[in-house]
Antibody
Framework: QVTLKESGPGMLQPSKTLSLTCSFS??????????VSWIRQPSGKSLEWLAA???????YYNPSLKSRLTVSKDTSNTQVFLKITSVDIADTATYYC????????????????WGPGTMVTVSS | DIQMTQSPASLSASLGETVTIECRAS??????LAWYQQKPGNSPQLLIY???SLADGVPSRFSGSGSGTQYSLKINSLQSEDVASYFC?????????FGGGTKLELK
C-alpha cells in the first residue's frame, strides 16, 4: 500500500527558509523509474508543480522558482525533502508530495498517489 | 509554459445528471493530459490519464476525451460523492501545468 505524508513547520516568517519532508512507504525511491514530486496549492486556488527527484538522484525544478528550490532525498530512499529559500506571503499554501507514475517515458509525468498535504503560512 | 484553461469555473448540477468539464491547452499537448478530483479538505486523486484512460478504482461513470488543444471530462449519472473540484494537468511540456479548476456542486 502506497502512502505519502508531508511534514513542515506550519508557520514561518518572511525571508526565512522553508524545509519540508515527505515520508513515504509502499515503494522505494531506489527502484528504477520512481519519481517523487512536490506540488503546492494556495487556499482556494489551483495547483503548481514545484520540483521532483528520481530514483537516480536526478532533480527537476519549475524554472519559475528554480533559484529558490532544492530537492533532495535520504540515503534510505524513504524520504524526500524540499527547501524553499527567502519565503514571502505568496508561498503560503498547502504543500503536497506525490508519486509520479513509475516508468521511463517522458510522458509519465502525472501523479498517481498523493500525500494529505501540509499547510504552510508565511507571516510576520 | 503551456497555459491550461478550464471551463466553467463552477458548476451546479442535479443528481443523475450528466456533467461535462472542458480544458483547453495553449498549444497541442498530444493527449498528454490528466484529470484529478479533489474533494473538500482532501488531496487531489488521479481520475484520468492520457486524456481517456481511467485510473485504477475510478468508477466507469467518469470518462475523458479530446485531442490537440481541447479536452473534456464527462461524469455520467452524477452522484453526491462527485461533489468536488476537478483539475486538468498537461504533461507534454515541462514544466507540468494545471488548469484553474472547476468546482462542482449539487443543485
Amino acid at each position: 500500500q502506497v502512502t505519502l505524508k508531508e511534514s513542515g513547520p506550519g508557520m514561518l516568517q518572511p525571508s526565512k527558509t522553508l524545509s519540508l519532508t515527505c515520508s513515504f512507504s509502499g515503494f522505494s525511491l531506489s527502484t528504477s523509474g520512481m519519481v517523487v514530486s512536490w506540488i503546492r496549492q494556495p487556499s482556494g486556488k489551483s495547483l503548481e508543480w514545484l520540483a521532483a527527484i528520481d530514483w537516480d538522484g536526478d532533480k527537476y525544478y519549475n524554472p519559475s522558482l528554480k533559484s529558490r528550490l532544492t530537492v533532495s532525498k535520504d540515503t534510505s530512499n524513504t524520504q524526500v525533502f524540499l527547501k524553499i529559500t527567502s519565503v514571502d506571503i505568496a508561498d503560503t499554501a498547502t504543500y503536497y508530495c506525490a508519486r509520479r507514475r513509475r516508468g521511463y517515458s517522458a510522458h509519465y509525468w502525472y501523479f498517481d498517489f498523493w500525500g494529505p498535504g501540509t499547510m504552510v503560512t508565511v507571516s510576520s | 509554459d503551456i497555459q491550461m484553461t478550464q471551463s466553467p469555473a463552477s458548476l451546479s448540477a442535479s443528481l443523475g445528471e450528466t456533467v461535462t468539464i472542458e480544458c483547453r491547452a495553449s498549444e497541442d499537448i498530444y493527449s498528454n493530459l490528466a484529470w484529478y478530483q479533489q474533494k473538500p479538505g482532501n488531496s487531489p486523486q488521479l481520475l484520468i490519464y492520457d486524456a481517456n484512460s481511467l485510473a485504477d478504482g475510478v468508477p466507469s461513470r467518469f470518462s475523458g476525451s479530446g485531442s490537440g488543444t481541447q479536452y473534456s471530462l464527462k461524469i455520467n449519472s452524477l452522484q453526491s460523492e462527485d461533489v468536488a473540484s476537478y483539475f486538468c494537468q498537461q504533461y507534454n511540456n515541462y514544466p507540468w501545468t494545471f488548469g484553474g479548476g472547476t468546482k462542482l456542486e449539487l443543485k
